[in-house]
């Protein structure tokens, strides 16, 4: 009896002396929320699934930049601007390539239609001067829009008023699914138009045109 008192008051004496885990910080790491579309990394702070089709996707952290003019409704303005550019950059390079020029730019007649730009370069460069000019108008309307909104807080990103349609009008969870789907189509036709350009650069192949004797290749 003696021994294992002896032993039991040695084993407390040593247990004051052990370090102590930090059971808080351990409990926090362990039970952190993980980005649904990182599992194995935890989600960004900001990133709370409140904003259409965020999944918790920010391996390099960039939602968390606030120091240098640049935050979250900037990067969403200019993820959703970019995806609506994209949408309309994309279907315009297949349009032209099935159903040939548009109106006035009868010389693009090349199914690349990287190869098709710099065809009206040479031909038509107003063209080129005054979409440039468009650009600048609409750059300018958009950052007084992006400035406005962030500073007073009653603008959505990427909300500019348009609803000919009145699609924004009708139920809530109809209104959250258009935003989830054009963001979901955004991000994708931006891929789109990043490998549409890439390949017209590469190849000098119109996208339907690579992609049928892509088809033609491996079927014969």
């Known amino acids: 009896m003696m021994k294992i008192t002896v032993l039991a008051a040695l084993a407390g004496s040593a247990a004051a002396f052990a370090p102590v885990t930090p059971a808080s910080r351990s409990s926090v790491a362990l039970n952190a ?3 649904a579309a990182l599992p194995f990394l935890n989600r960004p702070p900001l990133l709370d699934g409140s904003m259409a089709g965020d999944v918790g996707f920010d391996p390099l952290g960039l939602s968390n930049i606030d120091d240098i003019g ?6 969403r303005e200019a993820e959703i601007k970019h995806a609506r550019v994209a949408m309309l950059a994309t279907a315009g390079f297949l349009q032209v390539e099935c159903f040939g020029p548009a109106p006035g730019c009868e010389a693009a007649t090349d199914k690349s239609q990287t190869d098709a730009f710099w ?16 650009i600048t108008v609409v750059e300018m309307i958009s950052g007084i829009a992006t400035t406005s909104g962030r500073e007073s807080g009653d603008r959505a ?3 500019f008023g348009l609803d000919p349609l009145g699609y924004m009008k009708g139920d809530p969870a109809a209104v959250e699914r258009l935003k ?16 549409l350009i890439l390949q017209g650069c590469s190849n ?14 491996n079927m014969f």
């Open 119 to 134: 065809q009206i370069w040479n031909s038509h460069p107003q063209y080129i001067a005054a979409a440039l000019v468009m």
């Open 180 to 195: 989830a789907q054009e963001i979901a189509n955004g991000r994708l036709a931006m891929w789109a138009a990043s490998g």
């Open 157 to 159: 990103p990427g909300d």
């Open 70 to 75: 640049i935050d979250l409704y900037w990067l």
């Open 204 to 217: 000098h192949m119109g996208g339907v045109e690579a992609m049928t004797k892509s088809l033609g290749d």
């Open 33 to 35: 929320e993980k980005s």
